[in-house]
């Protein structure tokens, strides 16, 4: 889509009412430009995503995806399968259909933690946390690979009540000091570890 010299003149007027700062007219297309690429492409994405949604009702299962996506629950890349849920790779995907992995994990990230949460938000080390899941202390849903070694660990809160405290929004560790933006979430750090 070319920008018309109109077009120009009132993303000019738009730039100028807003930065209250002369814009150049080669300022208003570089612009405009970036706008219609912008909207070409949320476009595009709109319209793959509904391409791929109405596929699902002829094909309720789900189905392949090529290239570009990733498992939403453990972030491997590659031989993706779509389903109502989302995203999988066929390791979560086979543990979903086992129920070791609960659907609500799809729908709520806020729900579990990882092993890299674990370590990020509370500074336990991966082999502690495989301490505390062989002693009972912490129950994790196990993700197994085709060799039967664990895949991907998650951690849901509702299997660990009075452990897990409700996920923080975000969280940043300087210097061995935490800080979390999340004011309701008080020391970062489940009571009993
Ligand atoms: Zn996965």
């Given at each position: 889509m070319e920008p018309t010299p109109e077009r120009i003149q009132e993303m000019k007027d738009l730039l100028e009412k807003k930065s209250g700062k002369e814009v150049s007219a080669a300022e208003a297309e570089e612009g405009l430009r970036n706008l219609v690429n912008l909207v070409e492409l949320m476009w595009d994405i709109w319209r793959r995503d509904e391409k791929r949604k109405k596929r699902l009702e002829t094909e309720p299962d789900g189905f392949p995806l090529e290239g570009g996506y990733s498992c939403?629950?453990?972030?491997?890349?590659?031989?993706i399968w779509y389903d109502k849920h989302g995203y999988s790779c066929q390791l979560c995907l086979a543990a979903r259909k086992k129920r070791i992995?609960?659907?609500v994990a799809y729908r709520k990230k806020e729900a579990w933690y990882t092993m890299f949460d674990l370590e990020r938000f509370f500074g336990v080390k991966s082999a502690t946390v495989r301490k505390f899941i062989r002693d009972g202390k912490l129950k994790a849903r196990i993700v197994l690979n085709e060799a039967g070694k664990t895949h991907y660990y998650l951690f849901m809160i509702k299997d660990n009540v009075g452990l897990l405290p409700a996920k923080p929004k975000s969280y940043t560790v300087r210097n061995g000091a935490s800080s979390s933006d999340a004011s309701s979430h008080e020391s970062g750090s489940p009571s009993e570890w």
């Open positions: 939403f629950i453990c972030g491997q890349s590659g031989d992995i609960p659907v």
